[in-house]
């Protein structure tokens, strides 16, 4: 599972280069799950950010 986070994240932002991607024994089930549960965390990171800037400056919501 380890691997697969790593695996997405480098995915993510594009730094994972061919020798660790070649010796990586990940299955495509895995990976895909684990995009979309690392894909949900980061939007909602982002949601989470925005609210607390928006309450900070006044805004309300």
Known sequence: ???AIKAVLAGFFGVRGRKGA???KLKPGTVIATALIVALVMILLILLLVRVL???QGGGG
């Open 1 to 3: 599972m380890k691997a």
């Open 22 to 24: 070649e010796s990586a």
């Open 54 to 56: 928006v309450a900070s």
